[in-house]
């Protein structure tokens, strides 16, 4: 999988991006919101990116921000809601305001999303609700949330358990990554 491309920018266009690395040119779909704070043709970029595999498509989306990709992911995992849709909804409006949106149930504003109707739009909240704010935590706390749940991940524990040692890790007090995997760990051994 493709997580990253830092290189040069060839070509700028709202249907996407290429970017040259090492000689090579990705094609890369953004979001049309990112589209303005993409530099022009030679200028140096980096991109977060999620590689999205079909048995007859391989396509590589790009975000700025980490968190923009964290939205993405998440919602390619509700029901009826492909990379299409997905980058139309981060397209439709910032991200903060999507979770916003979301958290405060309001499906008035997801549905001035192009190709969001109001049964996908509640669809998105019911499924979304308990996820969104998770993301919303570890963007106010800074990455050290995220990349501890990360850790505790690969390490082979649930993501579920994982979130909820680090939350309570938090809460504690701990705000270094280091901090948090050590007071998450005596969390999950505690049993609590």
């Given at each position: 999988?493709?997580?990253?491309?830092?290189?040069?920018?060839?070509?700028?266009?709202?249907?996407?991006?290429?970017?040259?690395?090492?000689?090579?040119?990705?094609?890369?779909?953004?979001?049309?919101?990112?589209?303005?704070?993409?530099?022009?043709?030679?200028?140096?970029?980096?991109?977060?990116?999620?590689?999205?595999?079909?048995?007859?498509?391989?396509?590589?989306?790009?975000?700025?921000?980490?968190?923009?990709?964290?939205?993405?992911?998440?919602?390619?995992?509700?029901?009826?809601?492909?990379?299409?849709?997905?980058?139309?909804?981060?397209?439709?409006?910032?991200?903060?305001?999507?979770?916003?949106?979301?958290?405060?149930?309001?499906?008035?504003?997801?549905?001035?999303?192009?190709?969001?109707?109001?049964?996908?739009?509640?669809?998105?909240?019911?499924?979304?609700?308990?996820?969104?704010?998770?993301?919303?935590?570890?963007?106010?706390?800074?990455?050290?949330?995220?990349?501890?749940?990360?850790a505790l991940v690969n390490l082979g524990y649930k993501n579920f358990l994982s979130e909820k040692a680090v939350d309570a890790a938090v809460k504690n007090g701990a705000t270094s990554i280091e901090g948090i995997i050590k007071e998450a760990l005596k969390y999950m051994t505690e049993g609590?």
């Amino acid at each position: 999988m493709i997580a990253s491309l830092k290189g040069v920018v060839s070509s700028k266009k709202p249907e996407g991006i290429i970017v040259e690395v090492g000689g090579i040119g990705y094609h890369v779909s953004i979001p049309l919101s990112s589209l303005c704070n993409i530099p022009d043709p030679g200028g140096q970029i980096f991109l977060h990116t999620y590689t999205h595999v079909r048995e007859d498509v391989l396509q590589l989306y790009g975000f700025l921000s980490e968190e923009e990709r964290k939205v993405f992911v998440t919602l390619l995992g509700v029901n009826g809601i492909g990379p299409k849709l997905s980058l139309a909804v981060l397209s439709g409006m910032p991200v903060e305001r999507f979770m916003k949106a979301v958290v405060n149930e309001d499906i008035s504003l997801l549905t001035t999303i192009p190709g969001l109707g109001n049964k996908t739009a509640s669809r998105l909240i019911l499924e979304l609700k308990e996820k969104l704010p998770k993301i919303l935590v570890y963007s106010s706390k800074g990455h050290a949330a995220g990349d501890a749940v990360s850790a505790l991940v690969n390490l082979g524990y649930k993501n579920f358990l994982s979130e909820k040692a680090v939350d309570a890790a938090v809460k504690n007090g701990a705000t270094s990554i280091e901090g948090i995997i050590k007071e998450a760990l005596k969390y999950m051994t505690e049993g609590k």
